[in-house]
């Protein structure tokens, strides 16, 4: 198994260790510790019986009789941290770390962020499979996922489409169900590495909606596919020289990432099922690379 899949599998791994470390505890708790008491309390008997030895020796002795073995003691120390983790991880908050740029300028690389897994329903862990209904994700909304392609790998992207939306994105402009964007220009952006670039930056506002987004003069508006979409539903969207426009299925999302034209998103490989979904992102925790990125984003 690939390092991506083991990573991909946490909540997997997880699991089996919770319940490994569950049954040991579970194991010692109502039959090894009963067990050893029972032993000590005859052995102790018979210290009394034939021993005028002292209180320290008595105790040394009973502490060793009802000592745990080191595999149990290990295990059953591991449990409840297991335990919380899991609980935390599978139905509250979950971190994540940006690995790439097509969220700038909202997200860095190097982001630490936090996802709440309960914003959308509860869903059980491993099965992914969602047994309360809380709100259905929204536009604007920045939100990990499965990938369609490759469901062990996690992506975040913005909701730019819900289900029954049409989503239309010509000219490096978007408009979803007849309401243009409005565009308000901002100071370039600025690409810190080993060769600097810049980026046009705009605010992009959409139903009272708000969030900087970027473009890349030298990149053309059209969406090239090199053959026919390959991706299910992919009937419901055209694609030509200016742009691609996607009538969204339901139960499906349309997701795009802030830098337009570096963003490999719903254009290319499809739409985002309701059963894919992990969370809402909502906080920077930390990026080590810069301090001042901790807090919340839009």
Not at 82 to 94: C, H, K, N, P, Y
Not at 151 to 175: E, F
Not at 271 to 280: C, L, T, W
Request: glycine share 6%; aromatic share 14%.
């Amino acid at each position: 198994m690939s390092l991506q899949s083991l990573i991909g599998n946490f909540s997997l791994i997880l699991f089996v260790l919770l319940i490994v470390t569950g049954l040991i505890w579970a194991f010692d708790r109502f039959v090894l510790a009963p067990k050893r008491k029972l032993n000590a309390i005859t052995v102790l008997r018979e210290f009394d019986q034939k021993t005028n030895a002292n209180s320290s020796a008595r105790a040394s002795l009973e502490a060793s009789l009802l000592r745990q073995p080191a595999w149990v003691e290990y295990s059953g120390s591991f449990f409840p941290v297991i335990a919380l983790v899991f609980v935390l991880r599978s139905f509250l908050f979950e971190p994540f770390k940006i690995p790439s740029g097509s969220m700038l300028p909202t997200l860095y690389v190097g982001d630490f962020i936090l996802v709440n897994k309960f914003t959308y329903g509860i869903r059980l862990p491993i099965i992914d499979k969602k047994i309360v209904a809380i709100n259905d994700p929204q536009r604007g909304d920045v939100m990990v996922f499965k990938f369609p392609k490759d469901p062990t790998q996690n992506y975040i992207k913005r909701i730019v489409g819900i289900p029954g939306d049409t989503v239309v994105y010509k000219n490096k402009q978007l408009t979803v169900n007849g309401v243009a964007s409005e565009y308000e220009s901002q100071a370039d952006f600025l690409h810190e590495g080993s060769q600097l670039s810049y980026s046009k930056q705009f605010n992009e506002k959409s139903n009272n909606l708000a969030h900087k987004v970027l473009n890349d003069d030298d990149r053309q508006p059209g969406i090239y596919m090199f053959g026919e979409a390959d991706f299910p539903y992919a009937n419901q969207c055209q694609y030509n020289a200016e742009g691609v426009t996607c009538k969204v299925p339901v139960g499906h999302y349309f997701m795009m990432g802030d830098n337009r034209d570096n963003s490999q998103d719903s254009r290319y490989w499809g739409f985002v099922p309701d059963q894919n979904i992990v969370g809402k992102a909502f906080f920077i925790w930390m990026n080590f690379s810069d301090l001042k990125r901790i807090g919340g984003f839009q």
